[in-house]
């Protein structure tokens, strides 16, 4: 069972894009324990179990056995909503390298819980938030392979030096960006071994600035 216990935690950290520390909190229980838990340190306690199945109803049987209905009834209110914003987190890759292809992405895929008071305190509002993932190396080591990048669309007009998420048609950019006397745009990438990227927009009308990235977060589980 806590093979099993362990992976399904897990899922459910990653299905509401949270840190251990955060699905600590939003559970009631302490990181530290529920860290022993994960690393098998120690066997799942009766009363971790319970709060996960009341705070988020889970499927009791799926959580210790893996069968019944797998992941969060995301259809509840929960009652750490008053909490936390869950942020949209779409199905798309943006390059910190070369460029790549974006592919569809009109519904979000999952979405990932930010605290209300952390949100406020940045200045950021939930309807201007998106998250995306990064690949590629050009952003070392700032942004890594398969970060996880929080992107306010609010602030869409470049300021010098910032980085941001930049469309031009179906290929997306994370980059540093700079403005020239002549209007273009240098996108600058931080690993030095990518040259600088000139873009003029008097000849690119289909460039687009998709916000600013304002948080970066990497996976260590």
Known sequence: MS???????RQIISELGVSISE????????????NDVLQG???PPFDLIEKIISSLDVDANWLISGQGVAGVNHGKKWNISDEFEYIPMYDVEVSAGRGIDAYGAAAPKTYLAFRKDWLRA??????SLNCVTARGDSMEPTISNKDTLLVNTA????????????RSEDTLWVKRVQRQLDGSLLLISDNESYPPMHLDLRNHENIEIIGQVVNVSSDII
């Open 41 to 43: 340190r120690q066997r």
């Open 3 to 9: 093979l099993i216990f362990r992976d399904n935690i």
């Open 23 to 34: 699905f600590a909190e939003i559970i009631g229980e302490k990181a530290s324990r529920l």
């Open 155 to 166: 602030h869409s007009n470049p300021v010098d030096g910032r980085i941001y998420v930049i």
């Open 122 to 127: 940045r200045g950021l509002f939930a309807d």
